[in-house]
């Protein structure tokens, strides 16, 4: 098992900032990718960002430039640096990891509201 907290939501205006921290706990050892995904009201959720193991990432079109996604492998936290933020990207963000084996944890998330 892979318990998983965000943090770091919140309210922002337009062209603010925010950091999104997700630590991981339990088997934490075993993580493979691990990513962002955000769900608007109203739309589905939509992977924002990801990471491997190896570091490689890869980013939706739409923040690339503005966000990026980063791991700290001692701490199992994975971050998530939101710059130049607008209001589309209001939504809740949540975490994830697949594991070695293919196991799919998802934190709960945590709200992210830009205000124009």
């Known amino acids: 098992q892979v318990q998983l907290v965000e943090s770091g939501g919140g309210l922002v205006q337009a062209g603010g900032s925010l950091r999104l921290s997700c630590v991981a706990s339990g088997n934490a050892f075993n993580m493979n990718t691990m990513g962002w995904y955000r769900q608007a009201p109203g739309k589905q959720r939509e992977l924002v960002a990801r990471?491997?193991?190896?570091?490689?990432?890869n980013y939706v079109d739409s923040v690339k430039g503005r966000f990026t996604i980063s791991r700290d492998y001692a701490k199992n936290t994975v971050y998530l640096q939101m710059n130049s933020l607008k209001p589309e990207d209001t939504a809740v963000y949540s975490c994830n990891v697949v594991t070695l084996s293919g196991m799919l944890y998802w934190g709960k998330g945590t709200l992210v509201t830009v205000s124009s």
């Open positions: 990471i491997t193991r190896g570091s490689s990432t």
